[in-house]
């Protein structure tokens, strides 16, 4: 990794946290969610990054992969999660928070275990570090405080333009040796009052481009190249490309899923329809030491 690659990465992680501390003093009950995603989406281009991936904002049950979209209504309320990533020349900082907007005292003791297993996670690692030492921290954490964490969620590494780039960092003792190895590391626990699992609900309106083969709408066509130069591989949202093209954009979307080039991503609830608190940082790992970007 060069010095300037370093540089880009640990900026993306210190804009992320300064976002973070700014989404704290906006995000209150029964504000709109498409205030509040555009609001984080408009500090982080203001701090000089890009969003990595559409803000999450993930209530009660859905765990995962929630984004306004341009009309959406949904007012904040319940368990809120705050997923949300900065990249500058495709380096991710990705992290995550949770905020209770009911004074419900489950609520801040699940935000309590989420927060408790990411500090005892990451605490002290390093490339040697096995992915079952970091799950059984998390898995026994969360445990402690009477809930469970979500099984089927798990951490993962992040490459150049890459959010998910293959290696999967386990939030339970699933025996797994491997160490952490050298790299960028996401490490998020989810713990939640239900089983512990999450299925995939309705479309997201989350995107991620897959394939760049033309496609016969004009349309369609111009915001292909569009996505192909603003995003590429990185996810992005239908509310974008809405806010870029107008209302136009939804049918060009629709033309391109058909073709092949869109994959859409669901969204992820909890099975038990039980609250989900999210917690996560973005680490890099390094020979000579450990650097928490988003802290």
Same mark, same amino acid.
């Given at each position: 990794?060069?010095?300037?690659?370093?540089?880009?990465?640990?900026?993306?992680?210190?804009?992320?946290?300064?976002?973070?501390?700014?989404?704290?003093?906006?995000?209150?009950?029964?504000?709109?969610?498409?205030?509040?995603?555009?609001?984080?989406?408009?500090?982080?281009?203001?701090?000089?990054?890009?969003? =990595?991936?559409?803000?999450?904002?993930?209530?009660?049950?859905?765990? =995962?992969?929630?984004?306004?979209?341009?009309?959406?209504?949904?007012? +904040?309320?319940? /368990?809120?999660?705050?997923?949300?990533?900065?990249? &500058?020349?495709?380096?991710?900082?990705?992290?995550?928070?949770?905020?209770?907007?009911?004074?419900?005292?489950?609520?801040?003791?699940?935000? $309590? @275990?989420?927060?408790? +297993?990411? $500090?005892? =996670?990451?605490?002290?690692?390093?490339?040697?570090?096995?992915?079952?030492?970091?799950?059984?921290?998390?898995?026994? %954490?969360?445990?402690?405080?009477?809930?469970?964490?979500? &099984?089927?969620?798990?951490?993962?590494?992040?490459?150049?333009?890459?959010?998910?780039?293959?290696?999967?960092?386990?939030?339970?003792?699933?025996? *797994? *040796?491997?160490?952490?190895?050298?790299?960028?590391? @996401?490490?998020?626990?989810?713990?939640?009052?239900?089983?512990?699992? &999450?299925?995939?609900?309705?479309?997201?309106?989350?995107?991620? /481009?897959?394939?760049?083969?033309?496609?016969?709408?004009?349309? @369609?066509?111009?915001?292909?190249?569009?996505? +192909?130069? $603003?995003? *590429?591989?990185?996810?992005?949202?239908?509310?974008?490309?809405?806010?870029?093209?107008?209302?136009?954009?939804?049918?060009?979307?629709?033309?391109?899923?058909?073709?092949?080039?869109?994959? *859409?991503?669901?969204? /992820?609830?909890?099975?038990?329809?039980?609250?989900?608190?999210?917690?996560?940082?973005?680490?890099?790992?390094?020979?000579?030491?450990?650097?928490?970007? %988003? /802290?």
């Amino acid at each position: 990794m060069t010095k300037l690659n370093k540089e880009k990465i640990i900026r993306a992680g210190k804009i992320s946290s300064e976002v973070k501390a700014y989404a704290r003093t906006i995000i209150k009950k029964g504000i709109p969610l498409l205030e509040i995603a555009e609001k984080i989406e408009s500090k982080i281009i203001e701090l000089g990054g890009k969003p =990595a991936f559409p803000t999450n904002l993930s209530i009660d049950d859905i765990t =995962a992969h929630y984004t306004p979209s341009h009309d959406d209504e949904t007012l +904040a309320h319940g /368990l809120l999660k705050i997923d949300l990533g900065v990249h &500058i020349d495709g380096w991710v900082a990705d992290t995550a928070f949770s905020v209770d907007l009911e004074n419900s005292e489950e609520n801040k003791k699940l935000i $309590e @275990a989420s927060e408790k +297993a990411l $500090e005892n =996670a990451i605490k002290n690692i390093n490339s040697s570090t096995t992915l079952s030492q970091i799950g059984k921290k998390v898995q026994d %954490t969360i445990e402690s405080y009477g809930f469970s964490p979500i &099984i089927n969620l798990s951490g993962h590494s992040i490459e150049k333009n890459d959010l998910h780039s293959g290696l999967t960092i386990p939030n339970t003792d699933n025996g *797994q *040796q491997t160490p952490i190895g050298l790299g960028i590391r @996401a490490i998020e626990p989810f713990a939640t009052s239900g089983s512990g699992k &999450i299925y995939e609900g309705k479309l997201s309106g989350i995107y991620a /481009l897959t394939d760049d083969k033309n496609v016969r709408s004009p349309i @369609a066509r111009e915001i292909l190249f569009y996505i +192909a130069e $603003e995003y *590429q591989t990185l996810p992005f949202c239908s509310r974008w490309l809405v806010n870029k093209f107008g209302t136009k954009a939804l049918f060009g979307i629709k033309e391109l899923e058909r073709n092949g080039n869109l994959h *859409q991503f669901e969204q /992820l609830i909890e099975i038990t329809h039980k609250p989900v608190a999210q917690s996560e940082h973005t680490l890099l790992i390094e020979k000579d030491g450990t650097i928490i970007t %988003t /802290l």
